[in-house]
């Protein structure tokens, strides 16, 4: 810590920030603490799903069966409380966005 810090001083710096709060909703995480937890564990956010999975979800069969397709993703949990008016988004497009 600074000596102004601790003094009680207060500094008038143009390039002093402060931090006062942070928020996140990470795939596999839905705070900065769950995130930072995941980091230490090494725990993999990346979900990888089966052809029948992905089949089962809605996804056309040619799509998947090509060899570029990479049959995993990083979903957001609680997509569902997304508010898409508050952006301008229809339900439609919402419901078709990649996070």
């Given at each position: 810590?600074?000596?102004?810090?601790?003094?009680?001083?207060?500094?008038?710096?143009?390039?002093?920030?402060?931090?006062?709060?942070?928020?996140?909703?990470?795939?596999?995480?839905e705070?900065?603490?769950?995130?930072?937890?995941?980091?230490?564990e090494?725990v993999?956010?990346?979900?990888?799903?089966?052809?029948?999975?992905?089949?089962?979800?809605?996804?056309?069969?040619?799509?998947?069966?090509?060899?570029?397709?990479?049959?995993?993703?990083?979903?957001?949990?609680?997509?569902?409380?997304?508010?898409?008016?508050?952006?301008?988004?229809?339900?439609?497009?919402?419901?078709?966005?990649?996070?």
């Open positions: 810590m600074n000596e102004a810090v601790m003094s009680g001083v207060a500094t008038d710096s143009a390039t002093d920030i402060a931090i006062v709060g942070m928020a996140a909703h990470l795939p596999g995480a705070s900065i603490a769950a995130y930072w937890t995941n980091l230490v090494g993999e956010a990346i979900r990888h799903y089966s052809r029948d999975a992905l089949i089962e979800a809605g996804e056309a069969p040619h799509l998947v069966d090509r060899p570029d397709y990479v049959p995993a993703a990083a979903p957001l949990d609680g997509f569902a409380a997304f508010d898409a008016e508050f952006f301008g988004l229809s339900p439609k497009e919402a419901a078709i966005m990649d996070p």
